[in-house]
Antibody
Framework: EVQLVESGGGLVQPWGSLRLSCAASGFTFSRSWMTWVRQAPGKGLEWVANIMQDGSEKYYVDSVKGRFTISRDNAKNSLYLQMNSLRPEDTAVYYC??????????????????????WGKGTTVTVSS | AIQMTQSPSSLSASIGDRVTITCRASQVIRIDLGWYQQKPGKAPKLLVYAASRLQSGVPSRFSGSGSGTEFTLTISSLQPEDFATYYCLQDYNYPWTFGQGTKVEIK
């Protein structure tokens, strides 16, 4: 069974740090892009960060650049999100997702399309004094 | 960043109704758009990617269409389990951005 299990959430004071983990199973982790998505209480979804299969490419939403770091350990089938200088607006449920690629021909050219096909149940981060 | 605007923000519909949700991008995004369904207290679920590709296992009453800046998600005959919030997501360029969501409620 393909599964993602997040952990590491909790209550932290402003300016504090937290490290989220995501344990993957049931698929070849080292071949998958991985993504973190978050959802503040009562709000919509927000993409946070992506990491390529070998960790060589990483992308972040502007609001977390310089504070959050996405990383992975393919030997341990694990994804991480190191969160520093946390702010109250970082309070959210953080989801880990497996991000797949499909090659689709369009007008004779092959394009790659991403899709987040497996989601964990999420871990809750609360930033408050 | 590309802005994604969904409409309506919410709608009320009856079982069996045809429902259409629209997502508009602030710039051309080819067909780099997905649709996700989220039920209260649950993780989102992928429905459609590349604007019209139905994810494996998703009922055929769901369909996606559009390209460029205008996209739609259609539920051909609304079922009880379809009452949820739906989000579009552009993955054309970074930062990826979601629409604000459309809540589908029971009439």
């Amino acid at each position: 069974e393909v599964q993602l299990v997040e952990s590491g959430g909790g209550l932290v004071q402003p300016w504090g740090s937290l490290r989220l983990s995501c344990a993957a199973s049931g698929f070849t982790f080292s071949r998958s892009w991985m993504t973190w998505v978050r959802q503040a209480p009562g709000k919509g979804l927000e993409w946070v960060a992506n990491i390529m299969q070998d960790g060589s490419e990483k992308y972040y939403v502007d609001s977390v650049k310089g504070r959050f770091t996405i990383s992975r350990d393919n030997a341990k089938n694990s994804l991480y999100l190191q969160m520093n200088s946390l702010r109250p607006e970082d309070t959210a449920v953080y989801y880990c997702t497996k991000t797949s690629l499909d090659r689709i021909p369009v007008a004779g050219t092959l394009y790659y399309y991403y899709y987040m096909d497996v989601w964990g149940k999420g871990t809750t981060v609360t930033v408050s004094s | 960043a590309i802005q994604m605007t969904q409409s309506p923000s919410s709608l009320s519909a009856s079982i069996g109704d045809r429902v259409t949700i629209t997502c508009r991008a602030s710039q051309v995004i080819r067909i780099d758009l997905g649709w996700y369904q989220q039920k209260p207290g649950k993780a989102p679920k992928l429905l459609v990617y590349a604007a019209s590709r139905l994810q494996s296992g998703v009922p055929s009453r769901f369909s996606g269409s559009g390209s460029g800046t205008e996209f739609t998600l259609t539920i051909s005959s609304l079922q009880p389990e379809d009452f949820a919030t739906y989000y579009c997501l552009q993955d054309y360029n970074y930062p990826w951005t979601f629409g604000q969501g459309t809540k589908v409620e029971i009439k």
